[in-house]
């Protein structure tokens, strides 16, 4: 089933994400990818074993291999291509909703982000995080990691629409306060442009990290507000390209 059919807008502003839904479908399609929602986190760890070569192992926070998934609410975008039928495109998300007095920082600290049972870290693995954020981040909170583009398609740039429609399906099925996630200090400066996040933080070290080690990242972060305004940016640009090229169209057929 594609984007368009799964989606049920339950949040305001409904016409805006509608809109952005359909446009970011269609942005995919035109360019052989086709958009759909998962639940299936067997299916993207075996995709994610398929693809080592261009893609590191997931992260433990959304392995089957660490987690028993069906208990925690997240998916993960899939994008399949329309002449193969194989998985290209990846993004998953998952909700966190922390007890009371218990802060990102902490849940980095104890491992319980990313692990149902701690004692699966390895024996050399710990996390330091030494940022301001993750000790104020407490509640409800999304994380979206796990992103990859199959190398056949990383020149589509798929990556302006991949963290946002991930991020439009948490605030359309949750309505979290805060939208985070981690990426790698090497790739900081584009995934600042791609995910249109202008919060971030730096400070994540994670020794013995199961999936790429050493793993250095920064936090990013945005709030709903912040989320809206991106999504209706990018709607209203796609639709003045589209009004663009059909104009230029009429005129090459008038001519």
Known sequence: MRLPDQVYIKREPRALLADFFLTADR????????????????????????????WNPLIPSISPEYNDM??????????ESR???KVVLARACRLYDLPPG?????????????????????????????GIAPRGIAGRFVMSVGGWH???????????????VVRAWAHNEWAPPLFTSMVEDHMVEKARISYGMKN????????????????????????????????????????QKRVAVASERKREIAA
Not at 121 to 130: K, M, R
Not at 150 to 164: E, Q
Not at 224 to 235: A, I
Request: hydrophobic fraction near 40%; proline fraction near 6%; include cysteine.
């Open 200 to 239: 971030q933080e730096t400070g994540i070290n994670w020794p013995g990290c199961p999936f790429h080690d050493p793993f250095l990242a920064t936090l990013f972060w945005m709030t709903p507000t912040q989320l809206l305004e991106g999504l209706e940016k990018f709607t209203a640009e796609e639709e």
């Open 27 to 54: 942005y995919a399609a035109e360019r052989g990818v086709l958009l759909s929602i998962s639940a299936d986190f067997d299916e993207l760890l075996a995709v994610n074993r398929a693809n080592l070569d261009s």
């Open 70 to 79: 069906t208990r925690h609410q997240a998916f993960w975008l899939r994008g």
């Open 150 to 164: 199959h190398p056949t398609i990383r020149k589509l740039n798929l990556s302006a629409i991949a963290p946002r």
């Open 83 to 85: 002449e193969t039928g």
């Open 102 to 130: 218990r802060t990102m920082h902490d849940g980095f600290a104890d491992f319980t982000l990313f692990y149902d049972d701690p004692t699966r870290a390895g024996p050399f693995e710990q996390i330091y995080s030494t």
